[in-house]
Every structure is written in structure tokens, then in C-alpha cells.
């Protein structure tokens, strides 16, 4: 099987140009070829004598790739099912691809130890999800596979569609089947107790020399990185700033600067009050937009000044104070 997949990998086109509906094909030597090897240990024999019509009789309204790359998806599935519906006639499930891939899984790449049990429990879920996945294609496939040494029938051909999924799940997918998924669901029921007996870890551990932690699956995160995003949020909100003042450093002392709430006199400002040494500043503000530029472009005078920069430059100051208030303390 291995080496006729190979085979159709090896007679791709370099560049496949679109999609196309897939037409009826007709079976070749190679497919006849790969019937030996694939269908010895699965029940795809007994699909076959179901029956099947041709893609005519089937309408759907997905787009499947041409022939050389449908041969190939097909027969990948195929090899799929068959480490999924692998079974050892004296019952040992070590002899399975997925059981030795999730072994493999079980262990820690840079010690080589093994995970512990709460670590493993997600893995083998997820493992069991996608088998679901791949037996529900298998038990009720939304299309006829013709490209196979032996069609298997779409969902459509089979009389009860319950009764097909049911048989498969009584087979293939129930604990105490000597099967893959089997043997899955008797390591993942292993792992509870032990779990519920070790109790779940922290998420976060600091390592000996408290420069560095450890959060979720070895994801190692040092002290000095902290430094340097804080060190760079303040170098860039600096950087902003200036830009919003157009370059502008006042040396304003802005705690002596008072205002008086109570007057009520018609255009009064707090910059006319001696005491506060603002009386220039207004001048000096509308100098020095005069003759600044914001991004490359220039002000021009204030009455005809550029209705876009009036426009971008309040938004580039409402977005500095957002990023001013992201930033964590």
C-alpha cells in the first residue's frame, strides 16, 4: 500500500491548475494492483458488495480535485483506515501503528522520560477525536470512493444509514474491542485515577535560579524578556508622545498652573492668569504648528489648514493614549 501511494505521489503535476468535478473513472492496473495489500484486514471487502452506481446517479455540491490528487486523497484514507481498523488475531495491540505512535507520544523529547498522566490525557483525547472523525467518513461517506481497488459506497447506497454507523461503532469504536480505538479508551481510563490521585500541578513553576518560569507544556519564559517589552512599550509610547507634540519639549512646570473655576467672564482662559506665565504660549503653539509637519506633510496656515492631517492627527493622538492605557502596571 505504502509503495503505491508513493507511486501516485510520484505522478503528480507539478502545478495543478484549479479544481474539477469528479467524473466517473474506471478502475486501473495499479488500483487493482494496491487490492491485496490494502484489504486484507479491514472490512472494506464487505462494502463492496453493497453496490454501487455511478457519480451520475450522485449530485453534490462540492468541488473534488482532479484525478491524480483524488487517487491519492483516497488511497491515504484508505491506509488511514486501515491502522484505525487494525486487528491482531491474538489480541496483542502493540503490533498497531497508533498504539506505538501514542506510546512514542508519551514521551518527553528533551529528557526522554515520560509525560506525566495529566499531560498525556489531553493528547490521547485529541487522538480519539480525530478517530471519530475519520470512522464517521468511513462508516457513512458523503461520496462514493471509485478510485480503490474495491468502491466503497456512498451514504446514499446503504438501506439504514443508523444501522451502518451502529455496526461500526459496536466493531470498531466500543471499550473492550480488541481494536486501536480500543485500546485508547482503556489507557485514557487508566490515566484518570491517577490523575485524580496526583491532583493537577500549577500552571506556572520558577526555575532554581528565579530568572526564568515555565508555563503549560515546557514553554520557558525568562524575566529579562519582561524587561525588554517594558523597555520597549516606553521607548515607543516616548517616541509617540514626541511625534504628538510635533517635536515640541515645553519646560512648563505644571504644578504651579492654576485655573479659576469660578469666573464667569466670556472667553477668559486659564492662560491669561499671571501667575501661570501662559500668556505666550498660545503664540508660541501656533508658530510652531505653522511651521511643523505631521508624517512627512506640512501644516499649511491655520484657516486653510489640510483637512486630512486635522482629520489623522486626532486619531494618532487618540491612538497613543490607548496604547499609553494597554500597557500593564
Known amino acids: 500500500m505504502m509503495h503505491y501511494i508513493l507511486f501516485l505521489a510520484s505522478q503528480l503535476p507539478s502545478r495543478e491548475q484549479g ?6 473513472v474506471e478502475d486501473d492496473e495499479l488500483s487493482q494492483a494496491s487490492s491485496d495489500e490494502s484489504d486484507g484486514e479491514t472490512d472494506f471487502e464487505e462494502d463492496a458488495s453493497i453496490g454501487i452506481d455511478d457519480s451520475s446517479q450522485y449530485q453534490s455540491e462540492f468541488l473534488l480535485p482532479s484525478r491524480p490528487w483524488l487517487e491519492l486523497s483516497e488511497a491515504l484514507f484508505q491506509l488511514s483506515m486501515m491502522f484505525w481498523t487494525h486487528q491482531d488475531p491474538a489480541g496483542d495491540m502493540s503490533s498497531s501503528v497508533i498504539i ?5 507520544m508519551g514521551i518527553q523529547r528533551q529528557s526522554m522520560s515520560y509525560y506525566p498522566a495529566h499531560n498525556s490525557t489531553g493528547g490521547l483525547a485529541a487522538l480519539m477525536w480525530v478517530g471519530r472523525a475519520l470512522f464517521l467518513e468511513y462508516a457513512l461517506p458523503l461520496y462514493s470512493y471509485t478510485t480503490l481497488a474495491y468502491h466503497w459506497p456512498s451514504r446514499d447506497q446503504y438501506h439504514s444509514q443508523p444501522e451502518r454507523l451502529e455496526a461500526i461503532r459496536q466493531r470498531y469504536l466500543v471499550r473492550g474491542c480488541y481494536t486501536p480505538f480500543g485500546e485508547l479508551i482503556e489507557l485514557k481510563a487508566f490515566s484518570k485515577p491517577i490523575v485524580r490521585q496526583e491532583g493537577m500541578p500549577g500552571n506556572l513553576s520558577w526555575a532554581p535560579d528565579g530568572r526564568s518560569f515555565v508555563v503549560g507544556n515546557d514553554k520557558e519564559v525568562k524575566l529579562s524578556d519582561f524587561c525588554k517589552t517594558y523597555h520597549k512599550a516606553i521607548a515607543l509610547v516616548e517616541e509617540q508622545v514626541e511625534e504628538m507634540m510635533l517635536g515640541l519639549k515645553p519646560n512648563f512646570n505644571l504644578d504651579i498652573v492654576g485655573d479659576d473655576l469660578n469666573c464667569r467672564k466670556a472667553g477668559w482662559s486659564f492662560l491669561q492668569k499671571p501667575e501661570n506665565k501662559l500668556s ?15 508624517r512627512g506633510k506640512p501644516y499649511s496656515s ?3 489648514c489640510r483637512v486630512p492631517l486635522i482629520v489623522a492627527y ?12 494597554s500597557i500593564p502596571t
Not at 19 to 24: A, D, V, W
Not at 100 to 104: D, I
Open 314 to 325: 486626532p486619531l494618532f493622538i487618540s491612538h497613543v493614549f490607548v496604547y499609553i492605557l
Open 302 to 304: 491655520i484657516p486653510n
Open 280 to 294: 505666550d504660549a498660545r503664540e508660541m503653539l501656533i508658530n510652531k504648528l505653522r511651521t511643523s509637519q505631521f
Open 100 to 104: 506505538y505512535y501514542t506510546a512514542v
Open 19 to 24: 479544481h474539477s468535478r469528479r467524473q466517473p
